[in-house]
């Protein structure tokens, strides 16, 4: 099996999704568009009734103690819900919460003596959400007394907890911090008032500030938080404030995430019926990564991943590095995914058939997957292109069919998304934009090269890079070009107007935007 051969055989829009296209600028243009959120390939689900049996048997065995292992707990539960989130589950109520909390006690008890779990160590625990930190002080103490009861920590253990600035309160910290948290993940987004309030978040700038020197004085913990770019109304110069306000703040990590507008999502229709202004498309999206990139340089932010960067020793992201590794990671709340020894799992997302499953001493399964027949390799491909690079020499000693891989990274190279160093293949500055798209392909040829299959995925995403929106553009460019007199120039304002009337009012701004650069 051949990739240029696989190459040829393919569509000219199939053959642009999946290996990219040759532009003079790869930043914006190395593929049409983003084809998917994670990279990875697809397993197989189980039945029902086989899932509780398939993980008692994995429970009851001993653990490889040379490998290190995760938890991942969840919290299902917000106060508000942000328009581009897609993991909102439950509004907050006390009596749901403190029933909730009841059942993911006894979840965790149900583990704590399961060989598997018992006779190894977790190194790192990731409380997500939702929202981890809206737990009233008391809830948050239960839980995190069960974890420290229940999971065997390592001494040098990591223990996030992900939430809001909202809740950084005296009584909720100092609860966390004595109940061992050590991280703590803030879902920031943007220090602009305005933008982090059209999105659904609470607090104004300087409150965002306040709250996180005042968690930063305990000196307890690790301090990180997440920052979008691409936002409705996030220009290059709110974004560069953004970058400021990061290190002015003392925080000790941060990840900068690229936004994504999902078709039929609430901020999908807020933009489109005219009550926020365009995201951002991926060419803008392209120029704002390119931005952050060169500012963390120069301020010396250290690099841990294509998104995330430390400015402190105290910042290790360790349960980011090891979930995109082979270490197993154990599930537990609603909503919860993980995976050990060749399985993934998804837990039931809504709290009544998870709350009844936990009464009746049951996993909470909503799935049990058996995974790719490769992802030990998937694992392997993930992990050091998150890191920019990838180890072909390695890939073929394992395989030595991937040596094919060749192929597909020099014709990236030719196109400026990688650099061949004679050791290793490092992802460009467009690489690493577009990563997701080259580890996405890099798997699908890895499958095709060991299997002959091939699986081309795709998510509706960037919903913002509409073609209507970019069609029209065109047109209405190309009139502007070529109308001549003043009988011209009308005929051509007149198609303009016309053409108006079929957008909707945030293709009309985008358009706007676009004919304005």
Not at 73 to 88: A, E, N, R, V, W
Not at 270 to 296: Q, V
Request: charged share 25%; with cysteine; glycine share 6%.
């Amino acid at each position: 099996m051949n990739l240029e051969t696989y190459y040829q055989s393919l569509s000219a829009e199939e053959r642009a999704l999946q290996f990219g296209v040759e532009t003079a600028d790869p930043l914006t243009g190395a593929f049409p568009r983003k084809r998917v959120v994670h990279a990875g390939l697809q397993g197989q689900v189980l039945p029902a009734d086989q899932a509780q049996d398939i993980w008692q048997r994995l429970m009851a065995q001993r653990p490889d103690r040379t490998r290190l292992q995760t938890a991942y707990i969840h919290i299902p539960f917000c106060k508000t819900k942000c328009l581009y989130c897609g993991f909102f589950q439950n509004g907050t109520n006390q009596d749901e919460e403190d029933h909730y909390i009841d059942c993911l006690v006894q979840e965790l008890e149900m583990a704590a003596d399961q060989p598997r779990l018992r006779d190894g160590l977790i190194h790192a625990v990731f409380i997500g959400g939702g929202t981890p930190t809206s737990l009233s002080a008391a809830n948050a103490r239960r839980l995190l007394q069960t974890i420290r009861r229940c999971l065997p920590l390592a001494n040098d253990y990591e223990l996030t907890l992900e939430g809001r600035i909202h809740d950084l309160v005296p009584e909720k910290m100092e609860t966390w911090l004595r109940c061992g948290v050590n991280r703590v993940s803030l879902g920031v987004q943007s220090f602009h008032t305005q933008i982090r309030r059209q999105v659904g978040r609470l607090d104004d700038q300087d409150t965002v500030l306040k709250n996180l020197a005042a968690l930063k004085a305990y000196e307890q913990c690790a301090v990180v938080i997440d920052l979008i770019y691409g936002l409705p109304g996030q220009t290059e110069r709110v974004w560069k404030e953004d970058l400021d306000a990061l290190v002015a703040s003392g925080v000790d990590g941060a990840d900068l995430y690229q936004l994504n507008v999902f078709e039929d999502s609430d901020l999908s229709r807020a933009i489109e019926s005219g009550r926020l202004p365009p995201a951002a498309t991926t060419e803008e999206e392209a120029h704002l990564f390119a931005l952050a990139r060169d500012y963390m340089d120069r301020h010396a932010w250290k690099r841990l991943n294509i998104c995330h960067w430390s400015c402190s020793n105290r910042e290790r992201s360790l349960y980011n590095c090891l979930a995109r590794s082979h270490a197993a990671m154990f599930p537990f709340g609603s909503g919860a995914g993980g995976h050990i020894d060749g399985y993934s799992t998804m837990l039931h997302r809504s709290l009544l058939p998870y709350e009844a499953m936990i009464e009746h001493g049951q996993k909470p399964f909503m799935a049990l997957i058996k995974q790719n027949d490769l992802q030990n390799l998937v694992d392997t491909v993930q992990q050091q292109l998150e890191q920019g690079y990838l180890n072909l020499d390695g890939l073929a000693a394992a395989r030595p069919e991937l040596a094919g891989l060749r192929w597909l990274y020099q014709l990236w190279e030719k196109r400026g998304l990688v650099q061949d160093t004679g050791v290793l293949c490092k992802l460009t500055a467009a690489g690493e934009f577009w990563q997701v798209n080259v580890t996405q392909t890099t798997l699908e040829c890895m499958q095709y090269l060991l299997t002959g299959k091939n699986g081309l995925a795709m998510e509706g995403i960037a919903a913002q890079d509409s073609q209507k929106v970019r069609d029209i553009v065109a047109r209405m460019k190309a009139m502007k070009k070529h109308s001549g007199g003043m009988t011209d120039k009308i005929r051509a304002m007149q198609l303009m107007a016309e053409t108006m009337k079929q957008l909707r009012p945030d293709e009309i701004q985008a358009v706007m935007k676009h004919m304005m650069d």
